[in-house]
Protein backbone atom coordinates (compact mmCIF):
# COMPACT_ATOMS: atom_id res chain seq x y z
CA UNK A 1 0.00 0.00 0.00
CA UNK A 2 1.28 3.30 -0.77
CA UNK A 3 2.37 5.98 1.82
CA UNK A 4 -0.64 8.44 0.49
CA UNK A 5 -3.48 5.69 1.37
CA UNK A 6 -1.77 5.22 4.17
CA UNK A 7 -2.03 8.60 5.46
CA UNK A 8 -5.40 9.18 4.28
CA UNK A 9 -6.63 5.82 5.69
CA UNK A 10 -4.93 6.89 9.60
CA UNK A 11 -6.57 10.29 8.94
CA UNK A 12 -10.36 8.64 8.58
CA UNK A 13 -9.71 6.51 10.99
CA UNK A 14 -8.10 9.04 14.25
CA UNK A 15 -11.11 11.50 12.37
CA UNK A 16 -14.01 8.61 13.00
CA UNK A 17 -13.04 8.21 16.41
CA UNK A 18 -13.02 12.01 17.19
CA UNK A 19 -16.45 12.04 15.64
CA UNK A 20 -17.29 9.14 17.86
CA UNK A 21 -16.12 11.31 21.15
CA UNK A 22 -17.66 14.81 20.23
CA UNK A 23 -20.99 13.23 18.88
CA UNK A 24 -21.79 10.94 21.83
CA UNK A 25 -20.40 14.29 24.12
CA UNK A 26 -23.02 16.55 22.91
CA UNK A 27 -26.01 14.10 22.46
CA UNK A 28 -24.84 13.31 26.59
CA UNK A 29 -25.12 17.21 27.04
CA UNK A 30 -28.49 17.27 25.96
CA UNK A 31 -29.64 14.39 27.43
CA UNK A 32 -31.33 14.28 30.87
CA UNK A 33 -29.24 13.74 34.38
CA UNK A 34 -29.26 10.13 34.83
CA UNK A 35 -26.24 7.77 35.76
CA UNK A 36 -27.01 5.24 32.91
CA UNK A 37 -26.41 8.45 30.44
CA UNK A 38 -23.47 9.70 32.47
CA UNK A 39 -21.81 6.61 31.40
CA UNK A 40 -21.37 7.40 27.91
CA UNK A 41 -19.18 9.99 28.94
CA UNK A 42 -16.34 7.35 29.28
CA UNK A 43 -17.07 6.66 25.75
CA UNK A 44 -16.60 10.00 24.76
CA UNK A 45 -12.86 9.66 26.48
CA UNK A 46 -12.48 6.01 24.62
CA UNK A 47 -12.77 8.21 21.24
CA UNK A 48 -10.93 10.91 21.33
CA UNK A 49 -8.07 8.89 23.46
CA UNK A 50 -8.15 6.74 20.82
CA UNK A 51 -8.34 9.36 17.68
CA UNK A 52 -5.56 10.90 19.31
CA UNK A 53 -3.50 7.93 19.48
CA UNK A 54 -4.21 7.49 15.29
CA UNK A 55 -2.81 10.93 15.04
CA UNK A 56 0.31 9.77 16.85
CA UNK A 57 0.55 6.65 14.40
CA UNK A 58 0.21 9.11 11.74
CA UNK A 59 2.91 11.05 13.19
CA UNK A 60 4.95 8.29 12.97
CA UNK A 61 4.36 7.65 9.17
CA UNK A 62 5.01 10.86 8.07
CA UNK A 63 8.31 11.30 9.82
CA UNK A 64 12.02 10.96 7.59
CA UNK A 65 13.72 7.99 8.77
CA UNK A 66 16.42 9.90 10.23
CA UNK A 67 18.50 9.32 13.56
CA UNK A 68 16.58 12.66 14.84
CA UNK A 69 12.78 11.89 13.25
CA UNK A 70 13.50 8.34 14.67
CA UNK A 71 14.25 9.52 18.59
CA UNK A 72 10.85 11.33 18.18
CA UNK A 73 9.07 8.80 16.32
CA UNK A 74 9.76 6.32 19.38
CA UNK A 75 8.73 8.68 21.90
CA UNK A 76 5.50 8.97 19.61
CA UNK A 77 5.04 5.36 19.60
CA UNK A 78 5.14 4.84 23.69
CA UNK A 79 2.50 8.05 23.85
CA UNK A 80 0.86 5.96 21.23
CA UNK A 81 0.84 2.16 23.11
CA UNK A 82 -0.31 4.89 26.37
CA UNK A 83 -3.00 6.53 24.90
CA UNK A 84 -4.02 2.94 23.89
CA UNK A 85 -4.38 0.86 26.99
CA UNK A 86 -5.96 4.41 28.44
CA UNK A 87 -8.66 4.33 25.82
CA UNK A 88 -9.47 1.19 26.31
CA UNK A 89 -9.68 0.90 29.97
CA UNK A 90 -12.16 4.14 29.38
CA UNK A 91 -14.25 1.12 26.90
CA UNK A 92 -14.33 -0.88 29.99
CA UNK A 93 -15.58 1.51 32.37
CA UNK A 94 -18.27 2.49 30.26
CA UNK A 95 -19.15 -1.35 30.06
CA UNK A 96 -19.04 -1.05 33.85
CA UNK A 97 -20.93 2.08 33.95
CA UNK A 98 -23.84 1.16 31.61
CA UNK A 99 -23.99 -2.26 33.26
CA UNK A 100 -23.98 -2.43 36.61
CA UNK A 101 -27.02 -0.98 38.87
CA UNK A 102 -24.84 0.73 41.67
CA UNK A 103 -22.11 2.21 42.25
CA UNK A 104 -19.38 0.26 43.17
CA UNK A 105 -15.22 0.85 44.02
CA UNK A 106 -14.26 -2.45 42.91
CA UNK A 107 -16.08 -1.60 39.00
CA UNK A 108 -14.65 1.57 39.16
CA UNK A 109 -11.00 0.81 39.69
CA UNK A 110 -11.38 -2.73 38.07
CA UNK A 111 -10.40 -1.24 34.31
CA UNK A 112 -7.40 0.56 36.04
CA UNK A 113 -5.96 -2.75 38.02
CA UNK A 114 -6.39 -4.37 34.80
CA UNK A 115 -3.53 -2.62 32.69
CA UNK A 116 -1.39 -2.58 36.05
CA UNK A 117 -1.74 -5.94 36.05
CA UNK A 118 -0.99 -6.16 32.24
CA UNK A 119 2.36 -4.12 32.22
CA UNK A 120 3.58 -5.95 35.92
CA UNK A 121 2.94 -8.82 33.55
CA UNK A 122 5.06 -7.87 30.95
CA UNK A 123 7.31 -6.44 32.84
CA UNK A 124 7.88 -9.73 34.61
CA UNK A 125 8.24 -11.51 31.80
CA UNK A 126 10.49 -9.36 30.17
CA UNK A 127 8.42 -8.61 27.39
CA UNK A 128 7.48 -4.87 28.82
CA UNK A 129 8.37 -3.10 25.06
CA UNK A 130 6.17 -1.15 22.75
CA UNK A 131 5.30 -4.03 20.32
CA UNK A 132 4.47 -5.96 23.04
CA UNK A 133 2.44 -3.45 24.81
CA UNK A 134 0.29 -2.86 22.12
CA UNK A 135 0.20 -6.35 21.02
CA UNK A 136 -1.02 -7.66 24.60
CA UNK A 137 -2.87 -4.69 25.19
CA UNK A 138 -5.53 -5.08 22.10
CA UNK A 139 -6.05 -8.92 23.06
CA UNK A 140 -6.06 -8.49 27.23
CA UNK A 141 -8.05 -4.99 26.96
CA UNK A 142 -9.36 -4.22 23.65
CA UNK A 143 -11.04 -7.11 23.62
CA UNK A 144 -11.95 -7.69 26.85
CA UNK A 145 -13.78 -4.09 26.87
CA UNK A 146 -15.26 -4.48 23.72
CA UNK A 147 -17.07 -7.73 24.34
CA UNK A 148 -18.09 -6.09 27.69
CA UNK A 149 -19.38 -3.06 26.12
CA UNK A 150 -21.20 -5.32 23.48
CA UNK A 151 -23.11 -7.45 26.42
CA UNK A 152 -23.56 -3.67 28.19
CA UNK A 153 -25.64 -2.45 25.15
CA UNK A 154 -27.65 -5.59 24.64
CA UNK A 155 -28.91 -5.44 27.95
CA UNK A 156 -30.08 -1.96 27.47
CA UNK A 157 -31.53 -3.17 24.18
CA UNK A 158 -33.75 -5.40 26.12
CA UNK A 159 -34.60 -3.38 28.86
CA UNK A 160 -36.01 -0.71 26.06
CA UNK A 161 -37.15 -3.14 24.25
CA UNK A 162 -39.89 -4.54 27.17
CA UNK A 163 -40.51 -0.83 27.39
CA UNK A 164 -41.99 -0.99 24.24
CA UNK A 165 -39.42 1.50 22.62
CA UNK A 166 -38.41 -0.70 19.32
CA UNK A 167 -35.89 2.56 18.35
CA UNK A 168 -33.78 2.71 21.15
CA UNK A 169 -33.90 -1.04 21.20
CA UNK A 170 -32.70 -1.05 17.84
CA UNK A 171 -29.77 1.60 18.18
CA UNK A 172 -28.58 -0.73 21.51
CA UNK A 173 -28.97 -3.82 19.75
CA UNK A 174 -27.20 -2.25 16.54
CA UNK A 175 -24.12 -0.91 18.80
CA UNK A 176 -24.12 -4.60 20.78
CA UNK A 177 -23.75 -6.17 17.52
CA UNK A 178 -20.85 -3.82 15.82
CA UNK A 179 -18.83 -3.55 19.59
CA UNK A 180 -18.40 -7.57 18.54
CA UNK A 181 -17.07 -6.49 15.53
CA UNK A 182 -14.98 -4.52 16.88
CA UNK A 183 -13.57 -6.65 19.36
CA UNK A 184 -12.45 -8.78 16.71
CA UNK A 185 -10.69 -6.08 14.36
CA UNK A 186 -9.16 -4.24 17.88
CA UNK A 187 -7.54 -7.60 18.54
CA UNK A 188 -6.21 -8.43 14.93
CA UNK A 189 -2.99 -8.49 14.60
CA UNK A 190 -2.73 -8.22 10.53
CA UNK A 191 -2.46 -5.42 8.55
CA UNK A 192 -5.90 -6.29 6.28
CA UNK A 193 -8.85 -8.67 6.86
CA UNK A 194 -10.51 -10.15 3.81
CA UNK A 195 -8.01 -7.86 1.73
CA UNK A 196 -9.43 -4.59 3.44
CA UNK A 197 -6.76 -2.62 5.37
CA UNK A 198 -7.76 -3.42 9.31
CA UNK A 199 -7.62 0.36 9.91
CA UNK A 200 -10.91 0.86 7.44
CA UNK A 201 -12.64 -2.25 8.80
CA UNK A 202 -12.32 -0.21 12.36
CA UNK A 203 -12.88 3.06 10.90
CA UNK A 204 -16.56 1.37 9.41
CA UNK A 205 -17.03 0.23 13.25
CA UNK A 206 -16.60 3.52 14.97
CA UNK A 207 -19.00 5.72 12.37
CA UNK A 208 -21.61 2.70 12.93
CA UNK A 209 -21.28 2.89 16.79
CA UNK A 210 -21.59 6.43 16.78
CA UNK A 211 -24.95 6.08 14.75
CA UNK A 212 -26.28 3.18 17.10
CA UNK A 213 -25.62 5.28 20.02
CA UNK A 214 -27.20 8.32 19.17
CA UNK A 215 -30.25 6.60 18.37
CA UNK A 216 -30.09 5.82 22.09
CA UNK A 217 -28.90 9.03 23.59
CA UNK A 218 -31.76 10.41 21.78
CA UNK A 219 -34.40 8.61 23.18
CA UNK A 220 -32.71 10.61 26.59
CA UNK A 221 -32.84 14.17 24.79
CA UNK A 222 -35.14 17.14 26.65
CA UNK A 223 -37.14 18.46 24.19
CA UNK A 224 -37.40 22.10 24.72
CA UNK A 225 -41.44 21.70 23.87
CA UNK A 226 -41.84 19.45 27.03
CA UNK A 227 -39.50 22.28 29.21
CA UNK A 228 -42.18 24.99 29.03
Not at 86 to 100: E, G, I, N
Not at 107 to 136: C, F, K
Not at 169 to 183: Q, S, T
Not at 188 to 217: D, K, M, Y
Request: glycine share 8%; net charge positive.
Amino acid sequence: MSRTALIVIYTLYGSSFILLSCSVLLAVRRAVRLKLVAGFGFLALFGALHGLREFCDLYVLTRPPDAVDAAAGGWARIVSVGLLLLSFAFLLQFALVVRSKEESLFLTYLPWALVGVLLSALAISGHLDVPSTEHAGRWFLGTSASLASAAAMATLGAQFRGLGNRRMALGAFGAAAVFVLYGLFASWHWPEFAGVPIQVCRTACAVSITAFLLIVLRGFWIQRAELR
